[in-house]
């Protein structure tokens, strides 16, 4: 019982840097694999990151919800809502975590989940540690109690929080195109542990519960640096059925990254009903969070 | 189960800004009388060492000491703001402003996470911690917003070249810093009957803000005329006709003591009363107003109206209240609740 991924869908191209439209292709390929009409969607929740001209109004997901004609108009009886929820490559489990909230409390049924990265000047700049491209999931609520999102666990670091900064300066003109990125050296390698601290974690409060330490459990994670998942569970000691690592294919895909593995996942036929399946995203702050998940 | 507003803080920059004294610095003024328009005589800026940091940590402080909790037993804390200033001129993506404010508050346990709705982004606040109240994820959240919204204003003042220019917007706001934090303790006499939101997208790019492209700083560039159309007013009556309906009674003004609407300016905060007006035909309570001395306030202004009218004594326990937000997507909001004993 619980939040269950009903469909997902991708963007893409590389020459694309437009974040609304990746997010746009992203959700109207995700809605076509669900097979729904698009005006079903009753919330639509953004967790892209940078965007346009660093935008800051309105939020991204109003535009996206335009780009996807999902209730343009005011129409009585049909009614769609959507806002952003910002918190880096561990936005899609609060994401989650919101739309279970809506799914289980109020007439929400259907959430579409979008994200996408583009740098702000709309071109492919030397630096910047984020891949362009976009990402959709559509949630739903399942009564099975076989299937869905079982456990969330959000962690930050008391400290750490300047390790990695990604800023907007608007002290002089030209800030549209720009944005700043602030890294330690040891960021990754904290990152790393701090994130394997947290998997620890949940395996003591639900590793038993849900027989985790079986090598049965397939891991899809946030890819800030290559084989950022076989260090994590190295590092915590764990065991697994498979690492979905995509860091060659796409670089470090941020906000999109759990969507994108969990979609070439099912696609490859790595993910098949019945299948446990662990969520871990790690960012900036340090932060970290693991979701456990039934396919 | 019923959510409440368990306690509400405030924070407002000393330095006020007349509406005259703004114009005064502009190369080019407006064709019209802009304080006779919005009827908004003052706002308020931050000084040089404020920012939305500073504000939200202001506001989420002055919040806590009216509260039973302490930071240690907030279980989730979102920052709403549109602005993302951590300090004068750099604005942060990562890590999210929130995992800022829950560290200098001390509430190391709680979850966080930012949410951006442009004006709507406190009521949305109130929207999913209703829903994560109930869902059982959490028992107490705050949402707090630092909106230090002045550079925007100030890019105008430089900027605007035209005297009909989509930057004349711009002119109307204020800061401030406003937070508040929920829990599960409604009663029959207190909290939160029903929190309904709607974006209405074909609207959504009638209103962007972003860095300027001619000078430092934010600049937000208004499709006023479209923006404060009669079609996108008319949405207001018929969703609350339509929220009521859901909620299986008809929508009585009588049944409010108040009405705190998105305080845009006083002509329009009086629109969106006529509208109402016109559509029930009744008259709509008293809309609590504070845009005449601080200006628009993003999105703390329902909250500065509202703690600002508990100060004042109009507000007081047992009031039943109807909030309106209405923000850049478009985003159209509804809360209907009853006051409990906040403290100011």
């Known amino acids: 019982m619980g939040v269950v991924i009903k469909a997902t869908g991708t963007s893409t191209d590389a020459s694309l840097h437009d974040s609304i439209e990746h997010a746009v292709r992203a ?36 535009l996206v919800q335009s780009g996807l004609d999902i209730n343009y108009s005011y129409l009585k009886g049909r009614k769609s809502f959507s806002l952003d929820i910002i918190n880096g490559a561990c936005g899609f489990l609060n994401a989650v975590q ?13 959430v579409l989940v979008v994200s996408s990265d583009v740098h702000p000047s709309g071109k492919e700049v030397a630096g910047f540690p984020f891949r362009n491209i976009g990402a959709a999931a559509l949630l739903e609520w399942s ?62 409060e639900y590793g ?24 994590v569970l190295e590092t915590a000691g764990v065991n697994a059925k498979s690492v979905e690592c995509l860091y060659d294919k796409y670089g470090d895909t941020n906000s999109s990254a759990l969507t994108i593995a969990y979609h070439e996942s099912v696609e490859s036929g790595d993910i098949k009903t019945g299948d446990r399946v662990v969520f871990i995203g790690a960012g900036a702050g340090l932060t970290s969070a693991v979701g456990l998940y039934l396919e | ?83 993302r200033l951590k300090e004068g001129t750099t604005a942060l993506y990562e890590p999210p402003l929130s995992l800022l404010y829950k560290k200098r508050l001390g509430a190391f346990q709680a979850e966080n996470f930012d949410i951006n709705n442009a004006c709507a982004g406190m009521t949305n606040g109130i929207r999913i911690l209703d829903a994560m109240i109930k869902a059982g994820q959490v028992k107490t959240g705050m949402v707090v917003s630092g909106e230090c919204i002045s550079p925007i204003a100030e890019t105008a ?3 605007i070249s035209d005297p009909i220019d989509d930057q004349f917007s711009a002119l109307t706001v204020g800061d401030s810093g406003a937070a508040f934090i929920m829990d599960g303790g409604g009663s029959a006499e207190e909290g939160i009957d029903f929190v309904e939101t709607t974006t209405v997208s074909k609207y959504s790019h009638l209103c962007i803000g972003q860095p300027s492209d001619k000078n430092a700083g934010y600049a937000m560039y208004t499709k006023t005329k479209e923006m404060l159309s009669p079609e996108t007013l008319s949405v207001i009556p018929r969703f609350i006709e339509e929220v009521f309906e859901k909620h299986g009674k008809p929508f009585e003004a009588s049944a409010y003591d108040y009405i705190i609407t998105h305080q845009v300016s006083v002509r329009r905060c009086k629109a969106y009363m006529n509208a109402i007006k016109e559509y029930f035909n009744a008259d709509p309570p008293e809309n609590l107003l504070v845009v005449d001395d601080l200006g628009n306030t993003a999105s703390t202004s329902i909250f500065v109206s509202l703690y600002t009218h508990l100060e004042n004594k109009r507000l007081k326990k047992g009031n039943r209240l109807l909030l309106i937000s209405t923000a850049s997507g478009i985003n159209y909001g509804l809360v209907s609740m009853t006051l409990g004993d906040l403290e100011v």
């Open chain 1, 208 to 231: 038993e519960k849900h027989n985790l330490q079986s090598n049965e459990t397939i891991f899809l994670t946030s890819q800030p640096v290559k084989d950022f998942g076989s260090m």
């Open chain 1, 27 to 62: 959700g109207s390929a995700c809605i076509k694999a669900a097979g729904i009409d698009r005006n079903d969607i009753d919330l639509t929740l953004n967790i892209g990151i940078y965007r346009n001209n660093n935008f800051c109004e309105p939020a991204s997901a109003p």
């Open chain 2, 1 to 83: 189960m019923r959510t409440r507003i368990e306690s509400i803080g405030l924070y407002l920059p000393e330095r006020e800004v007349t509406t005259s004294e703004l114009i005064s610095g502009m190369k080019t003024k407006p064709a019209f009388n802009l304080e006779r328009i919005t009827g908004i005589k003052a706002r308020r800026f931050r000084s040089e060492d404020e920012s939305t940091f500073t504000m939200a940590i202001n506001a989420a402080e002055n919040c806590l000491s009216h509260s039973r909790y302490e930071p240690e037993d907030i279980d989730l804390v979102i920052s709403a703001s549109i602005s």
């Open chain 1, 143 to 204: 009564d099975d109690p076989r299937r869905g999102f079982q456990e969330i666990l959000f962690r930050t670091s008391p400290d750490s929080s300047e390790e990695f900064e990604s800023i907007i300066d608007l002290s002089a003109p030209g800030a549209r195109g720009h944005v700043h990125i602030r890294q330690m050296k040891e960021y990754h390698n904290h990152l790393v542990d701090f994130t394997a601290g947290t998997l620890t974690f949940f395996y003591t």
């Open chain 1, 98 to 110: 919101v739309g279970e909230a809506f799914l289980k409390t109020t007439d929400i049924k259907s």
């Open chain 2, 157 to 159: 003042v430089k900027e």
